[in-house]
């Protein structure tokens, strides 16, 4: 079974950058599609950031152009570039296979809060 482990998170001031890692195990990494998730309060967990195996990366249009998703598939850790960070980016940051239908994702790490203040 794999195993995500979320680390990067904080709190920052409304404009700041953070960078998050999922360092996740199992063999079949390198041929996985992986995503940035969040949830803040009352709300369902949403999807932020995929990358696929090939590299290949799509945005929330909420983070567009702020957010960066990467991947070192020999670290078989993903990345999150978070900057221009806002206060509705307060949540916490999961990461997990890429999926459109959040609900059928199993394994969920702890997570990682993010707080950013005005």
């Not at 967990?45 to 991947?71: P, Q, W």
């Amino acid at each position: 079974q794999v195993q995500l482990v979320e680390s990067g998170g904080g709190l920052v001031t409304a404009g700041g950058s953070l960078r998050l890692s999922c360092v996740a195990s199992g063999p079949i990494f390198s041929l996985a599609a992986m995503g940035w998730y969040r949830q803040s309060p009352g709300k369902q967990r949403e999807l932020v950031a995929g990358i696929h195996a090939g590299g290949t990366t799509n945005y929330a249009d909420s983070v567009k152009g702020r957010f960066t998703i990467s991947r070192d598939n020999a670290k078989k850790t993903v990345y999150l570039q978070m900057n221009s960070l806002k206060p509705e980016d307060t949540a916490v940051y999961y990461c997990n296979f890429l999926s459109n239908d959040v609900a059928t994702l199993r394994g969920w790490g702890q997570g990682t809060q993010v707080t950013v203040s005005l």
